[in-house]
């Protein structure tokens, strides 16, 4: 059950956080020797995550239902990234068992996050259609093990000009029907796993769920502050350390 706590907590503090959760659970499990679970144990946690960042975007979410444009984005950007996870599902599928590709998309997600430096200073407070297809490409790219989803999306639209706080709203609200998708299409795979361990893939989920609230507290704090790159430093540093060790 250890184990699993440790999962719970990683996955809840990686999953918002630019560090990439699934090359962290990718890691953790090679280390622990949990095998032939490779995609359905992140799949199980990311819902404790999703819950978590359903309650934290409560009222944001409440706002997007009345806001069509906010619609008509969120819908590009889940296209686009179902469209490329369904389509290359087969490809996807056994990056998520290797140690090493995952180190390595890790390292690239951190030269991603310390250009956040150099990012343009003229913010836009209003959205397009070509950031929404600019979230999609990066959102799907992030479904590749070590290249976070939050860190790639987030800096994306730092690099188009978006201002910080909608950067940070509009990469985790249309990430939500992306994540939920995920999660239904690993149903079945989930549901033979849950019957044999159900109290542990429970209580991973629980410290998910309280984790992922507070990274995503941290990270709105950062961000605002322009310490985005930070995370860089920190996701070469492990994928080195990876290299070398695991």
């Known amino acids: ?31 622990f020797g949990i095998s032939g679970q490779e995609l359905a144990i992140p799949v199980t946690l990311h819902l404790g995550t999703t819950l978590a960042l359903i309650l934290f975007f409560f009222n944001d979410i409440l706002e997007v239902l009345i806001n069509k ?4 984005y969120i819908i590009i950007v889940t296209l686009i990234t179902g469209i490329v996870g369904i389509s290359g599902r087969v490809f996807f599928r056994p990056l998520f068992a290797s140690v090493s590709l995952s180190a390595l998309a890790l390292m690239v997600t951190g030269i991603i996050l310390l250009f956040t430096r150099l990012s343009v200073h003229t913010r836009r407070a209003v959205l397009n259609t070509k950031d929404a297809f600019a979230l999609g490409i990066t959102q799907a790219l992030a ?4 290249i976070s989803r939050s860190g790639i999306t987030i800096s994306g639209l730092l690099f188009r000009g978006i201002e910080k706080r909608l950067a940070f709203k509009f990469s985790f609200l249309a990430s939500i029907p992306a994540v939920l998708g995920a999660f239904i299409l690993e149903a079945k795979e989930a549901s033979i796993i849950l019957k044999g361990n159900f109290l542990n893939l429970f209580i991973g989920f629980i410290f ?3 984790c992922g ?3 995503l507290w941290v990270l709105r704090k950062i961000l605002l502050k322009a310490k985005l790159h930070y995370f860089g430093y920190y996701c070469i540093i492990v994928a080195i350390l990876t290299f070398l060790f695991v």
């Not at 184990?3 to 890691?27: D, K, M, N």
């Not at 479904?143 to 070590?146: A, M, S, T, V």
Request: proline residues 4%; glycine residues 6%; hydrophobic residues 60%.
């Open 69 to 72: 444009k906010m619609i008509f």
């Open 1 to 31: 059950m250890l184990r699993y706590i440790i999962l719970g907590i990683f996955q809840g503090l990686t999953e918002f956080l630019p560090v990439s959760s699934s090359a962290h659970l990718v890691i953790l499990q090679k280390i």
């Open 208 to 210: 998910s769920f309280f």
């Open 213 to 215: 609230l507070f990274s």
């Open 143 to 146: 479904i590749i093990p070590g």
